[in-house]
């Protein structure tokens, strides 16, 4: 990854967001499908429609993956959120995609014991790095997404720390030097905070999400 990937969009069979790595490519992810720390060659964002109740996450990203002809390893997401969309922002060469829906925020403790996690309205977020980092940086750097994810939408007045279903990637070139710390005030993870906040921000819509 010695440039950015732009997302390609994709708007038949289904619509979609892609991502195509052509060198090596590491990531911490929180999607349901190709989730963890690991190689990818690939992400997509899946379109769904509002009413989506399907829990086969596996079985509907090969579905999609299959039409799309991507092969090995990647990292699925889903969103109800129109993918055309998708916001950009970028801070120090940190470039983040995300695609803001906040129909049904919720707040990460909430008090009424609430379960359901099938309801339309997810925030995705895809940063890209030009440096990598060890693996408690890592998910130091995914801590990092989604409390500048949260500070947006604080600073925005939307009542919630997110969505239900919101999802985070970091990728970097698996070549790239490594680094020890991903916090908030580190130096890429302030970049990253940073880069997020606005892409976030950007992504919200001006009417019902």
């Known amino acids: 990854m010695s440039a950015v990937v732009e997302p390609t969009l994709v708007t038949a069979p289904r619509s979609a967001l892609v991502w195509r ?10 999607a349901a499908v190709g989730g ?3 190689q990818i060659d690939w992400i997509v964002n899946i379109g769904v429609g509002s009413g989506y109740t399907r829990t086969d996450l596996d079985a509907h ?4 993956t299959a039409e ?21 922002a970028d801070c120090g060469g940190v470039v983040v995609h995300a695609t803001v829906g906040v129909s049904k925020p ?3 403790a909430d008090v009424s014991g609430s379960v359901d996690a099938c309801r339309p309205g997810t925030i995705n977020i895809v940063a890209q790095l030009p440096v990598g980092f060890e693996p408690g940086a890592a998910v130091n ?20 720390t997110g969505t239900a279903t919101d999802a985070v990637v970091a990728a970097w070139p698996a ?3 490594r680094q020890r710390f991903g916090g908030p005030r580190s130096e890429w993870g302030q970049r990253l905070a940073l880069a997020v906040r606005s892409a976030v921000q950007a992504g919200l819509p001006a009417g019902p999400a």
Request: proline content about 3%; glycine content about 10%; aromatic content about 4%.
């Open 68 to 88: 799309l002809g991507l092969r090995g390893p990647g990292t699925a997401l889903f969103t109800a959120v129109d993918v055309k969309r998708c916001s950009k």
């Open 36 to 38: 963890g720390i690991g």
């Open 141 to 160: 750097a995914a801590m990092t997404i989604t409390e500048a994810k949260t500070q947006a939408l604080a600073e925005c007045g939307v009542a919630g």
């Open 175 to 177: 070549a790239a030097r």
């Open 21 to 30: 790595f052509d060198q090596p490519t590491e990531v911490i992810s929180s």
């Open 61 to 64: 990203a090969a579905e999609v």
């Open 106 to 108: 919720t707040w990460a």
